[in-house]
């Protein structure tokens, strides 16, 4: 595994333990997932994404809200995906499916830089 990539599994599981305090309050977790993709191995990850990581967010019940391309102020190599989770022990299980653990080691792991986020609805957002 790549040094920056267990460096954002750190931040990953930092932030659900700061996540941890305040799930109980909270009705659903969103997470935003965006990759920066090499050049070249764009229609690779997202035929991934789409054939054999959403197949497995659905066997778990992870509801995605979009998936998108950065097309105007960003990298045209930058891909997103904000799903959500009905909590922080949901999430934990479906990230820790073998499906997707085997895709990060071995599909994602040359072709992408992920930046994810942990986000909460706030009191005036549509989306809870």
């Known amino acids: 595994m790549k040094p920056r990539t267990k460096i954002a599994l750190v931040v ?10 305040h799930a109980q309050s909270t009705p659903r977790l969103f997470m935003l997932v965006t990759a ?7 229609a690779d990850y997202q035929r991934i994404v789409e054939n054999q990581v959403f197949p497995i ?12 391309n950065s097309t105007l102020g960003g ?16 999430m ?24 994810t ?3 909460v609805g706030t009191s005036y957002s549509p989306l809870k």
């Open 36 to 42: 920066s993709v090499e050049p070249g191995h764009m």
């Open 92 to 115: 934990q299980q479906a990230l820790a499916d073998p499906g997707i653990t085997a895709l990060q080691a071995n599909e994602f792991e040359s072709m992408r830089v992920l930046n």
């Open 12 to 21: 990953v599981v930092l932030l659900a333990a700061a996540w941890t305090i």
């Open 75 to 90: 990298s045209s190599n930058e891909t997103m995906l904000l799903v959500a989770y009905k909590d922080f022990t949901h």
């Open 117 to 119: 986020r942990i986000l």
């Open 57 to 68: 967010f659905k066997k778990h019940d992870v509801e995605v809200i979009g998936a998108f």
